[in-house]
């Protein structure tokens, strides 16, 4: 027996998805929850095992000592930087021009050199970055891609996502969908720039509490074009007390770039 | 309710997502095959159809933050991404074609109309004709009960309207669909009637 919803159901088309499409898509899907996981899903698991260990078997007396002592220091970092401020350089702003070594590039800082080098990204790409940093290639087998002074333990982050001082990773996405801060970040800065001869954008982004982050964390990127890919190479305003010397790292380790021709 | 072998929800999966990225993927493994062609019949061109079917899920992970966790399936709110999605691009479509009307119109060349939807590559046949004539506010929600199998309370929260007009508007468009057969299959037509 049958009636209209049969006709009508004899007209669907069972037609599906190739098997191409489906992998592609959730490849693409997994990388961008590589991304969120190592870039923010990560610094919170981190943040959260830095207060625990802080607050040990007295959770309220401790965590309420770790608000004093952030507070403390956040005070005695900005008294510093009131020191500073009249010999420190002003705040860095994106370079306008191709990020290429120039007199000074290659270090980081005073006392930083870029003296090792390794390859990520499976060959794509080969960066040099401070001597005596530890490198990791976070999961992805690929090689070098996330890097710190201290030595990496990644085996406990959240959701597989390691987090270093810097994260060099090639997202699967073009420029313009890598270079959109979206609801999770608003965008402080962004210029156009060149590094290692591809087109690029260089931007300082704050997040707005959207997603994972809290508010207010900044992170400092580079945003390479590679047509239908975008290489990224980030690092965020934490776990460190000059941001400022993280970003004049970033532009030295952009500029030692080179990609796999 | 979609769950999966351990039983968890689409809720559960989701709010695993929030800590671990990674856990979307159970959504996609669940849905993708309805929203492509949900997508695919809407478009009728495969290419379209893997691009918005790839963006329904690349917002629904950016958005999982905002998804109410009350609601146990996530058809409707994927559907309802799927489908602000169809309506954009058609208006985009709308929209290029009267632009290149206006340029063949000036070039005095003739018109090709985009491939079309489902419905418009379907030939001639008193259903279709009926599907066809329905306004679209009547035709999706029947489509999605008998195409995408969704229930009435899935349909209401796919399209954002309270579930009485859903019921209204499916019956509305079965009606509609019935007296064509009526016109044209008398025997289909008494069947339908017989089975009521």
């Keep these: ?261 | 309710m979609s769950t999966s072998d351990d039983g968890s929800t689409d809720a559960a999966v989701i709010a695993r997502s929030l800590g671990d990225p990674h856990a979307f993927a159970e959504i996609f493994d669940r849905h993708h095959d309805a929203m492509w062609k949900f997508v695919w019949t809407r478009v009728g061109d495969e290419e379209a159809a893997n691009d918005l079917a790839a963006e329904v899920f690349r917002i629904a992970f950016e958005q999982r933050h905002d998804y109410d966790l009350d609601y146990d399936s996530a058809k409707p709110w994927l559907f309802g991404i799927a489908a602000n999605l169809v309506r954009q691009h058609h208006r985009d479509r709308a929209r290029r074609d009267e632009a290149g009307e206006r340029i063949r119109g000036e070039r005095g060349t003739a018109t090709a109309p985009d491939p079309q939807g489902r419905l418009d590559r379907l030939d001639s046949t008193p259903v279709a004709e009926a599907l066809k004539e329905l306004p679209e506010r009547d035709r999706e929600p029947l489509l999605l009960y008998a195409w995408d199998d969704l229930a009435y309370e899935e349909i209401a929260d796919a399209l954002d309207v309270p579930v009485g007009t859903v019921r209204s508007r499916i019956h509305r468009a079965r009606k509609h669909v019935r007296r064509h057969l009526d016109v044209d299959e008398p025997d289909a037509a008494s069947r339908a009637e017989g089975s009521r």
Excluded: K
């Design chain 1, 1 to 261: 027996m049958t009636d209209e919803l049969d006709h009508i159901r004899q007209l669907r088309d069972d037609r599906g998805p190739s098997r191409e499409w489906v992998h592609e898509t959730r490849s693409s899907l997994l990388e961008m929850a590589a991304e969120e996981a190592a870039s923010e899903a990560s610094l919170l698991d981190r943040l959260q095992r830095s207060v625990e260990s802080l607050a040990g078997p007295r959770p309220a007396l401790a965590a309420a000592a770790v608000v004093v002592t952030v507070t403390i220091l956040a005070g005695a970092v900005f008294m510093l930087a009131q020191d500073r401020s009249s010999d420190a350089p002003p705040v860095a702003t994106p370079p306008t021009t191709e990020a290429t070594p120039s007199p000074g590039a290659g270090e980081g800082s005073p006392g930083m050199t870029l003296a090792a080098s390794c390859t990520g990204g499976d060959g794509l790409f080969t960066i040099a970055y401070p001597e005596g940093w530890h490198t990791d290639d976070g999961g992805s087998g690929g090689g070098c891609e996330v890097f710190d002074e201290e030595p990496l333990n990644l085996e406990g982050s959240v959701g597989g996502g390691p987090l270093g001082a810097v994260t060099v990773r090639a997202l699967p996405v073009d420029l313009e969908m890598a270079a959109d801060p979206g609801r999770e970040n608003r965008e402080v800065s962004s210029e156009t720039t060149t590094v290692a001869g591809r087109s690029a954008v260089v931007a300082l982004w704050e997040s707005t509490g959207a997603a994972a982050l809290p508010e207010g964390v900044r992170s400092y990127r580079y945003l390479v074009d590679l047509d239908d890919r975008t290489l990224m190479l980030v690092t965020y305003d934490v776990d460190t007390s000059d941001f400022e010397e993280r970003r004049r790292l970033l532009d030295a380790m952009a500029a030692s770039l080179e990609l796999d021709p």
